[in-house]
Structures are given as C-alpha cells and as structure tokens.
C-alpha cells in the first residue's frame, strides 16, 4: 500500500487540506470532489494511483478539513473555489495535471482548463457533468428554482438536501448491492454539512450552480480546440448525473473513451476496482 501523506496549505490566507502521495516528480493527478463530500471520497483511489502518479486530492472550502469561512466572510461560488484550487497548485509548484472530477468537482475543473488550457494533461470524469443532457430533471427542478428565486419557499425546498436521509440516498441510489457501500460514508458527510453556518454555505453553492450551466459552451468549445484525452468512466444509475451526460462528451471529443457502469453516483464506493483499473488504462496512454 502507498503512503498517503494528509497536509495543509495556506491559500488567500484559507487553510486548505489536501492528501498526496506518490513520486513528486511522476505525472500529476488532481482529484476533485462533489458534494457532499471530501477528499475522503478519494481515500483507496488515491494507493491505487499514487505507485505511478503523484496524486493531489483538496478539500474544498467549506468541505471536509479545509477551512469553513462564513458566508459573509468568503464569498462562495465555484468561481471561488476554482480560484483557491489554483491557488493551491501553485503553492505546490504544479505546473501541469491531469484532473479526475465528480459532482462539484467538474465544474470547478472546467473552470481550470478554462483559465490555463495547457496546464491539463487529461480528463476523467466520474459522474462530473458538462452537458445539459446530464441533468436528471426530478432531481435539479428544485435547484433551479431556487437559483431563480432564493426565497424562503424554495429554500426550504433544498434543506432536506442536506440532511442525512438525502445524502444517504446519493450513497445507494442505483447501486445493485448496496452492502458494498459503508455506512461511514453518509455519516461522515452528514456531520461535516451540519456544523454551524454550513447550511449557508451549501445554499450558496446551489445557487450558484445555474453559472455552471451558462460556462458549457466555452467548455464545450475548449474540449473541440484541445481534444484533450478525455475518459468517462460514469455510474449510469445515477439519479443526479445520467448516463446521457457521459455519452455527450463525444458531441465535441469523438475519441472519448465512454464506459458505462452499473453503478450510482458515488462509483468509487461500490467499484472501486473497476474504475480504478479503468483510470490506470488510461492514464498510461494519455500522460505516461
């Protein structure tokens, strides 16, 4: 098993902790979590990459053990976070990474590559959407409308979103067995959404989300400029992200590599070998 070092950086003065391991001067990989959850998502991915590649994997502001500012301090929004995982690279002299993203961490990623096209080596995308044919309507409705209208019926909406049963239910929906997923999962990201003034934070987040939306022609343009290698390997019985969504990237990148798994939204949590095998396939071909 590879040794998983657990740091912290001071980024714009937010401490920001990340796990790292692997050789220092082997390619990079960036591992971008989703709500609402952590780097802990990441924990047995990380020694199953980190023998060939040196592997960086953040929290987040207002996610697991980096710093949770309050909302009148920090101004959250994925441009925000983005900013402070840029932030982050530098402070660790990475110039050149390939990225893996789920859930909140493909927005966040897209806005990398945005911003420096030729850092990114590589994409792997995990139930990290890019397209509109992505979304699973009867799950989104509600954030929509609360983007549109923040106001207190809407809101009160999107709370249950953030209590155990729903986070619960983004573990086991479309998951054959669910004994394959540990309960410490839901529990551990029940807890760290219920500290105090982390309910803002997370509301401002799903507001924030329709801007993700409004970026996916520029990425979508950046994906047909680069053809940056790009591989989906997508739980397709996800209730939030459907499998539509791992499809659409060969709209703009053909040689996309697509695998569909019988799996949910957490992949890594019921299939952990198989997409981890999946990844190392890939990666060796991509930035080897």
């Given at each position: 098993m590879n040794v998983v070092h657990h740091r912290t950086a001071t980024v714009d003065g937010h401490r920001v902790f990340y796990r790292e391991a692997g050789p220092d001067q082997a390619p990079t990989v960036l591992l971008l979590h989703g709500?609402?959850?952590?780097?802990?998502?990441?924990?047995?991915?990380?020694?199953?990459?980190?023998?060939?590649?040196?592997?960086?994997?953040?929290?987040?502001l207002g996610f697991g053990q980096s710093d949770t500012p309050p909302v009148d301090e920090f101004e959250y929004s994925f441009d925000a976070l983005a900013s402070i995982t840029e932030g982050l690279l530098d402070a660790l002299d990475v110039e050149r990474f390939a990225i893996y993203v789920q859930d909140y961490g493909a927005p966040i990623g897209w806005r990398l590559a945005l911003?420096?096209?030729?850092?990114?080596?590589?994409?792997?995308?995990?139930?990290?959407?890019?397209?509109?044919?992505?979304?699973?309507?009867?799950?989104?409705?509600?954030?929509?409308?609360?983007?549109?209208?923040?106001?207190?019926?809407?809101?009160?909406?999107?709370?249950?979103a953030l209590g155990l049963e729903a986070i619960r239910w983004q573990y086991l929906h479309g998951v054959s067995d669910p004994s394959l997923v540990s309960p410490d999962t839901w529990t551990h990201d029940h807890a760290l959404i219920q500290r105090p003034g982390n309910d803002a934070i997370q509301l401002r987040l799903f507001r924030?989300?329709?801007?993700?939306?409004?970026?996916?022609?520029?990425?979508?343009?950046?994906?047909?400029?680069?053809?940056?290698?790009?591989?989906?390997?997508?739980?397709?019985?996800?209730?939030?992200?459907?499998?539509?969504?791992?499809?659409?990237?060969?709209d703009d990148l053909p040689d996309a590599e697509i695998h569909l798994l019988d799996a949910g939204h957490f992949a890594l949590e019921s299939d952990l070998d198989t997409v981890a095998a999946r990844v190392r396939d890939f990666l060796g071909r991509a930035v080897a």
């Open positions: 709500y609402p959850t952590s780097s802990h998502m990441f924990r047995e991915l990380i020694p199953a990459l980190a023998d060939r590649y040196h592997v960086i994997a953040p929290d987040h911003a420096r096209p030729e850092r990114v080596t590589a994409i792997i995308s995990q139930n990290g959407n890019a397209y509109e044919a992505g979304f699973v309507e009867s799950f989104w409705a509600p954030i929509w409308a609360y983007a549109a209208d923040p106001g207190p019926g809407n809101e009160t909406a999107l709370r249950g924030d989300y329709a801007t993700n939306v409004a970026l996916y022609p520029r990425v979508h343009e950046y994906f047909r400029e680069s053809r940056v290698p790009l591989l989906a390997v997508w739980g397709a019985n996800d209730g939030i992200f459907g499998p539509d969504g791992a499809r659409a990237f060969r």
